[in-house]
């Protein structure tokens, strides 16, 4: 799962997908933005066929926090 979603980043952000460290967050990706963050949360729900709320939506700011959201809705 996590490489399917940084092929996803990779797309959202317009950077290469194994440029992408466990440890990256919206802080360390130049063009993680707000719109952007939008961008991965729509790719990541079609993607995975779930719904993020939007309380969950602004805590999905790193690779590690998006992969534990999914692996708690898609068990």
Known sequence: ?????????AA???????D???S???TTIPNWDSLNQMN???ALEEEFN?????DEIVELTSLKAI???LD???V
Do not use: G, Q, Y
Not at 1 to 9: A, R, S, T, V
Not at 12 to 18: C, D, L, S, T, Y
């Open 1 to 9: 799962m996590k490489e399917k979603i940084k092929e996803i980043m």
């Open 12 to 18: 959202v952000f317009e950077i290469n997908a194994a």
């Open 20 to 22: 992408i460290k466990d």
């Open 24 to 26: 990256d967050d919206s």
């Open 40 to 42: 991965l949360i729509v």
């Open 50 to 54: 779930v719904r993020f709320e939007d």
């Open 67 to 69: 992969e534990n959201s």
């Open 72 to 74: 708690s809705k898609t």
